[in-house]
């Protein structure tokens, strides 16, 4: 540092200021720059100014100087090391006052909990209504915030009302919330489940009405099929729970069954529970109601349902409600047109596609628009199907054959009867085989003609709609569409809880079923956004690689042995950050949170 003088004048008088500067290099050379402005006042010789510069510097560094220093220039040393020292200090950024000195030797990462997918989720909590739309109904604010801890723990990690609190716990959801779970037990997590359910059909209502406007959905088809979900235990509290045909292949449990209907998109409309050993085909008429009581009566909507409903009352109801069906055929309704499956006169769905997957021809009748449909993928699958069932039902009569000819079954009826099961068991393949007991001789004949038939009919559907001047490959395209009822089926299965279901009262179990829904309106919005970003990764996915992104506490004592534990959040990877673009999410920032604790201390900040 050095000195130096400014001159300049003003009319007729000559004014001279005092900077102090120091050299530093830059890209276009030494340049000069001013560390101190000392003014017009200051009165120390020219020859001293070195003298001066070097107190300064001995007093800024805390060195030691051989020469001696000067009193007469202690004052102005002490005076301008003052001012540089509250310069340098005002530039600087604030440091915090929680600064300690620490022992290292005692760092201990302790707790984490979930920053990312809670993050994500309550945030489409937000983004699809759910808190308006709850007060709506005259939920307070407090069954609002635990609806939302239920629903998004079927999101994130589907766990019991009595495991829940524990799970919150362990999320940053509270500090989201501005809530505390400390105390949450899982008595009012039932209570809020039954809120829900009391106003399932306003729920539903004004949740899918927010979707069509915040992704601008389409209303002209709707999407509908039935599942069903098994229970742990007796259920003899639920009307509802009945044992039948089981899609989980648990025929041993008591089920109910749960019908859906979804927009184009994959959007829920409605959902209701059915008894469990409801048939498909008696319950289109209750899921128009349903479907009505939602988004109103549109006509002109079409109606795609799968082969299991496709019979004429059904189709005659659809039509009188002022609807337009789309269906699969049952097997046995191609029959009419054997001739032309038979018959190679076939276009392909995609024109430009050297190997279409899919084929077709278009037929019109007097009411309808038949579509003869033949996938070579499906083809495959049923020759296999077919094939393992035959050599089951092989097997098992021989085994039946071994038993007779070991005595083990004596009496005609008895093994008529053990036909007769098997017949039953595979009525797929049982039909080509001509089986009979005769002169004390188990004899099976296959028919040749009826299996080379069924062969030609391989992955082959007749597709039947009242709507006329459809394309083919439009309507092929149309009920391929419910293949994402089929996937709603699965991600409530195995992504969001729906089942093993323990609930034995009936409205604890569609109260149960209801939270899994709300959950699976969350998790197609955050899939068909990410899908808009091109982005076809799955939630599954999705939230493994969220859940990394944690919020720590870590621990450390000072020299004072007071322990301070700092929560402090993870920084995101650039996964979790291009996941958080995508979703158009700006994670919120949580500011440390310390606590110290000692045998004499104890406090908390935020």
Not at 224 to 253: I, M
Not at 467 to 480: D, S
Not at 580 to 601: A, V
Request: hydrophobic fraction near 35%; charged fraction near 30%.
């Amino acid at each position: 540092m050095f000195i130096r003088p400014n001159h300049r004048k003003k009319g007729n008088h000559q004014y001279c200021s005092y900077t102090i500067v120091e050299s530093e290099r830059t890209p276009e050379g030494s340049r000069q720059r001013t560390v101190l402005t000392l003014g017009t006042q200051f009165e120390v010789p020219r020859e001293r100014w070195r003298d001066l510069i070097r107190m300064i510097d001995d007093r800024i560094y805390g060195t030691i100087g051989f020469l001696p220093e000067y009193p007469e220039l202690v004052s102005w040393a002490d005076h301008i090391t003052s001012m540089l020292q509250r310069e340098q200090a005002r530039k600087q950024p604030k440091l915090s006052s929680n600064i300690v000195t620490v022992d290292l030797d005692s760092l201990e990462a302790s707790e984490a909990y979930e920053v990312g997918t809670v993050t994500v989720g309550h945030y489409f909590w937000n983004e699809l209504g759910l808190p308006t739309i709850l007060e709506n109904c005259g939920l307070s604010k407090r069954y609002c915030t635990l609806a939302e801890v239920k629903v998004l723990n079927s999101l994130i990690d589907p766990k019991s009302e009595n495991a829940t609190p524990d799970w919150v716990r362990g999320t940053a959801l509270g500090e989201l919330l501005d809530q505390s779970f400390k105390n949450l037990v899982e008595d009012p997590l039932y209570r809020v489940s039954d809120a829900l359910l009391n106003n399932k059909v306003q729920v539903e209502k004004e949740l899918y009405a927010r979707e069509r406007n915040l992704f601008s959905l389409g209303e002209t088809i709707v999407l509908y099929d039935l599942t069903s979900t098994y229970f742990e235990g007796a259920a003899n509290g639920n009307p509802k729970a009945k044992r039948g045909y089981s899609r989980d292949k648990r025929g041993d449990c008591k089920q109910v069954c749960v019908g859906l209907v979804l927009d184009r998109e994959g959007f829920v409309v409605a959902h209701e529970v059915f008894e469990g050993n409801r048939r498909d085909t008696t319950t289109v008429g209750e899921m128009l109601d349903a479907l009505e009581r939602r988004v109103g009566h549109r006509v002109g909507t079409m109606v795609v349902v799968d082969r299991g409903m496709a019979y004429a009352g059904n189709l005659e109801l659809i039509r009188q409600r002022g609807y337009d069906y789309l269906v699969a055929a049952l097997q046995k309704e191609r029959d009419v047109h054997e001739r032309h499956f038979l018959e190679g006169n076939w276009s392909p769905v995609k024109a430009d596609d050297p190997q279409p997957e899919v084929h077709y021809q278009l037929r019109e009748t007097e009411t309808e628009l038949h579509l003869l449909c033949k996938s070579v993928g499906r083809q495959a699958k049923d020759r296999a199907i077919r094939e393992r069932a035959e050599s089951k039902l092989l097997s098992d009569l021989e085994r039946l054959r071994g038993s007779i000819q070991r005595g083990k079954i004596k009496k005609i009826s008895a093994i008529e009867r053990r036909i007769g099961r098997l017949q039953e068991r595979y009525p797929r393949v049982a039909r080509y085989y001509q089986i009979d007991y005769k002169d004390a001789e188990l004899r099976v004949e296959r028919q040749d003609k009826g299996i080379r038939r069924a062969e030609d009919f391989d992955g082959t559907y007749l597709l039947r709609t009242n709507r006329k001047g459809i394309a083919g490959p439009e309507l092929w395209h149309l009920y391929t569409m419910l293949t994402r009822v089929e996937k709603a089926f699965e991600y409530l299965k195995s992504d969001l809880g729906l089942h093993p279901n323990f609930h034995q009262k009936e409205e604890r179990v569609e109260g149960h079923i209801f939270i899994s829904i709300l959950a699976y309106h969350l998790l197609h919005a955050i899939e068909y956004r990410l899908r808009g970003q091109d982005d076809h990764r799955r939630w599954s996915t999705i939230r493994k690689i969220l859940s990394q992104h944690q919020r720590v506490a870590v621990k450390i004592k000072d020299v004072m042995l007071v322990q301070h534990v700092i929560w402090k959040n993870v920084t995101p990877t650039p996964d979790q950050k291009e996941i958080y673009r995508r979703l158009s999410i700006k994670p919120r920032h949580f500011p440390p949170r310390l606590h110290f604790t000692s045998s004499s201390l104890s406090q908390d900040t935020s």
